[in-house]
């Protein structure tokens, strides 16, 4: 199916275990990008890709790390989660940068 | 980067048209204005995006004065499947800022029967 698609939806990890969220489009979009969204703050932009091979850091983008190695997947990697990453992550993607964003259904993230 | 500001949140009955002012003063030539609306447990949907005067689609209508320091997102005869957070986003794709920008704290509606 066409769209943009987000894995798992949610995930319950222990403090310093590394996680992977997943995030695939089938648009072969150029933009794809990560955002996290807590009470009290709305969506704030982690780190986007504006290309394969090439990424970018947001607002947030500490304890994180992402890749793009095709242009359809965009994965974040918490490398050793923390509590304060207790969030609903958002990935979203864009066929161009001043276009409207398509996003995923999110990951709720617990990390306990 | 412009800075959006929004109300916080807003109130209307059934049937009443909704505007919500988005202000962003510090604006570049090059800046689009798009708003987007979220739902409970939702990813953010876009819904609209402007550069001047007045832009409509099925769903709302974008209204942009001349000196572009705000926006108004009109939704007619509003619904309650229409209570959500609606974002008002500004930027371009010129000089890479667009692709930083943020989507602040929203404006939540609510539609009360």
């Known amino acids: 199916d066409a769209g943009i698609t987000q894995s798992p939806r949610y995930k319950i990890t222990e403090t310093g275990r590394q996680v992977t969220l997943m995030c695939h489009q089938t648009?072969?979009?150029?933009?794809m990008f990560w955002y996290r969204q807590d009470l009290g703050h709305g969506l704030r932009l982690i780190y986007y890709s504006a290309a394969a091979d090439i990424t970018d850091k947001g607002e947030v983008p500490d304890g994180y790390v992402v890749s793009r190695s095709k242009t359809e997947n965009f994965p974040l990697t918490l490398e050793s989660a923390t509590r304060s990453q207790t969030s609903v992550y958002f990935c979203?993607?864009?066929?161009?940068?001043?276009?409207?964003?398509?996003f995923g259904s999110g990951t709720r993230l617990t990390v306990v | 980067l412009a800075k959006t500001t929004q109300p916080i949140s807003m109130d209307s009955y059934e049937g009443q048209e909704v505007n919500i002012t988005c202000s962003h003063n510090n604006i570049a030539t090059n800046d689009y204005i798009t708003w987007y609306q979220q739902f409970p447990s939702q990813g953010p949907r876009f819904i609209i995006q402007g550069y001047k005067t007045k832009v409509t689609n099925e769903v709302a209508s974008l209204f942009i004065p001349a000196d572009r320091k705000s926006s108004t997102l009109s939704l007619p005869r509003v619904s309650l499947s229409d209570t959500a957070v609606y974002y008002c986003l500004v930027g371009d794709d010129q000089t890479g800022g667009y692709q930083k920008v943020t989507f602040g704290t929203g404006t939540k509606l609510q539609v009360i029967p």
């Open positions: 979203a993607s864009t066929e161009a940068a001043n276009y409207g964003y398509t």
């Open positions: 648009w072969s979009h150029s933009y």
